[in-house]
């Protein structure tokens, strides 16, 4: 890489390297479809099937609070993360289910390592206020 293109990428968000918005609307859909699909997760995920409204919010909510994170001006309507998962009792096997559908996920969208470990980097560090709440 020359250092021209070094200084293009460093000042290019993580969410512009994830495709911008239509990028992170796709991943969090194949990432939905991957939980739902994953033995060791489908359980939390497949009831939302039988709900596609709320389903609908959920992933409207994935994508902004993704957006967010990874840098979009864009503002999250959500529950804050322990809010959201409390009373769901997530182990840490369920976490890492998660995290490795979602890393799946970005190795078919073609997403360089660089920001794939910058994502990995985010989901660990919401490993606190997700699991066992």
């Known amino acids: 890489m020359t250092n021209a293109q070094e200084t ?28 739902m699909n994953n033995p060791v997760i489908k359980v939390r995920f497949l009831p939302y099937k039988e709900d596609p409204e709320n389903l609908k919010k959920i992933k409207e909510h994935l994508v902004q609070f ?10 999250y309507h959500g529950k804050e993360m322990p809010d959201a998962h409390r009373g769901m009792n997530i182990n840490a096997e369920e976490y890492m289910a998660a995290i490795d559908d979602i890393m799946s996920v970005l190795e078919k969208h073609n997403i360089d390592e660089n920001s794939r470990n910058e994502v990995l980097a985010i989901l660990w560090s919401l490993k606190g206020m997700i699991m066992a709440k």
Do not use: M, P, Y
């Not at 990428?9 to 609307?25: A, I, M, N, P, Q």
């Not at 993704?66 to 503002?75: K, N, T």
């Open 8 to 35: 293009i990428k460093e000042k290019t968000t993580l969410f512009e390297r994830l495709g911008g918005h239509s990028g992170v609307s796709e991943i969090v859909e194949d990432a939905v479809e991957a939980h």
């Open 66 to 75: 993704f957006s967010a994170g990874s840098g979009a001006q864009v503002e």
